[in-house]
């Protein structure tokens, strides 16, 4: 079964700390995502990556930064932690081409910024 | 004092009743299409995905429908059971400076009364 694992279910961290959220994918998958969700706004793109060490902005990069080294991991990083960055972050994956369209999400961590 | 927010559409359905899904989405160059499920504490799962090139497509106890004139997209689920609560969320295919993403609706919040 394909399988997309965020590092963390839960994490409370204090404002102006740096966090780093984890996701690992077994699929071999050539691309991978990071969105936020927000109750009333649906999923919004932070950034994602379509290979090793590429990355590309989404629609509210602000505040934050990805890295991708391996094929496998996209983590998504957050320089300099805010209240208003309080919410549930959900990793994607997908394989090239445009007959799989279809991403494959991880469970989410909720993120909670004190 | 207490806060505001956007709330998510909501729909109530009896068991054994059939629901629809309504969409809106906005670019008509759009060519792709996908309703994803999404439960309480687990990340979106696929559901169903249809093409421009279609205008219905069924799955087992689902179809889609696709309205390219009203740019109108629909998810209805038959015989509706318990484990069909969830919130349910369209996303359409939007291609920004050559790059492809996936862009989500805010949810509908489908609640199956026993």
């Known amino acids: 079964d394909v399988k997309v694992t965020q590092s963390s279910r839960y994490l409370v961290k204090r404002t102006g700390e740096k966090v780093f959220l984890e996701c690992v994918q077994d699929?071999?998958?050539?691309?991978m995502f990071w969105y936020r969700q927000d109750p009333g706004l649906g999923l919004r793109l932070i950034y994602f990556s379509y290979d090793v060490k590429m990355k590309e902005k989404g629609d509210i990069p602000e505040g934050y930064s990805v890295s991708r080294e391996k094929k496998e991991r996209f983590s998504l990083i957050l320089e300099s932690a805010s209240t208003n960055q309080t919410s549930m972050y959900l990793c994607a994956s997908k394989t090239l081409g445009e007959a799989n369209e279809k991403l494959f999400f991880g469970s989410g961590t909720q993120l909670s910024v004190l | 004092g207490e806060s505001v927010g956007l709330h998510l559409p909501t729909l109530s359905v009896q068991e054994g009743d059939n629901s629809i899904i309504n969409c809106a989405y906005s670019n008509s160059a759009s060519d792709y299409f996908i309703w994803y499920k999404q439960e309480s504490g687990k990340g979106p799962q696929f559901i169903i995905d249809i093409r421009s090139n279609m205008d219905k497509r069924q799955g087992q106890r689902v179809t889609v429908l696709l309205n390219k004139t009203v740019k109108h997209l629909s998810l209805q689920i038959a015989a509706t059971q318990p484990g069909d609560s969830a919130v349910y969320f369209c996303a359409e295919k939007t291609t920004n400076f050559g790059n492809e993403k996936l862009t989500f609706g805010t949810g509908t919040r489908l609640t199956i009364i026993p």
């Open positions: 699929m071999d998958h050539e691309n």
